[in-house]
């Protein structure tokens, strides 16, 4: 989850791409998107190409396949090779071959893994989160953003009388790209 002016303008931007297949309102927008799909999918299979060969090791397909967002177990990973004839560790999968087994993956719903990675931390089961609890993940875990950043972020957020986030609210915010 990237985010946020000037610096953070362009990772806003970059948040507001998560669920951008859902939004898409006419078919020239879903064709754009799909090819943004398609960029992201090349650019994964040649950030996870260690060697450069043009092709990935098994284990550098699930990182790959992970990398773009896909929640999958490792027999997942190892029935999608197997059905395009890759078995064993020392098997290998070219772009073409990488592609097709992402298109037949189902779309993402980034705001329902959104909603579930947050419910994680809802401690009361009602659909909050502390800001401070939000800070120390967005600030310290994964693409992390920056205290200023934090701050850019949390103006567009109504905080209740207890510091508490909506979780829905949140979501809305990511997928509305403000």
């Keep these: 989850m990237t985010l946020l002016l000037s610096r953070s303008k362009t990772k ?15 078919s020239r927008d879903q064709d754009h998107m799909a090819q943004q799909n398609k960029d992201l999918v090349g ?11 043009g092709h990935l090791l098994v284990s ?19 029935n999608m090779l197997k059905k395009i004839g ?14 097709q087994m992402h298109s037949s993956l ?3 719903n980034y705001t329902r893994q959104l ?6 931390v809802d401690k009361e089961g009602g659909g909050f989160v502390q800001a401070s609890e939000l800070k120390h993940l967005l600030t310290n875990m994964g693409d992390r953003l920056s205290d200023d950043d934090f701050n850019v972020l ?11 986030i909506q979780f829905k609210e949140f979501v809305r915010l990511l997928a509305s790209g403000r």
Excluded: C, Y
């Design 154 to 164: 949390l103006e567009e957020l109504d905080i209740d009388s207890s510091g508490r």
């Design 86 to 99: 890759v078995e064993g560790r020392g098997g290998k999968v070219d772009l073409n071959r990488f592609k």
């Design 60 to 78: 550098e397909v699930a990182s790959a396949i992970r990398a773009l967002g896909h929640v999958m177990t490792d027999t997942d990973i190892k």
């Design 106 to 108: 189902p779309a993402q």
């Design 12 to 26: 806003k931007k970059e948040i507001s791409q998560i669920g951008s297949f859902a939004r898409a309102k006419d």
């Design 115 to 120: 909603e579930e990675a947050l419910r994680t």
């Design 43 to 53: 650019e994964a299979f040649e950030l996870f190409d260690s060697d450069g060969d």
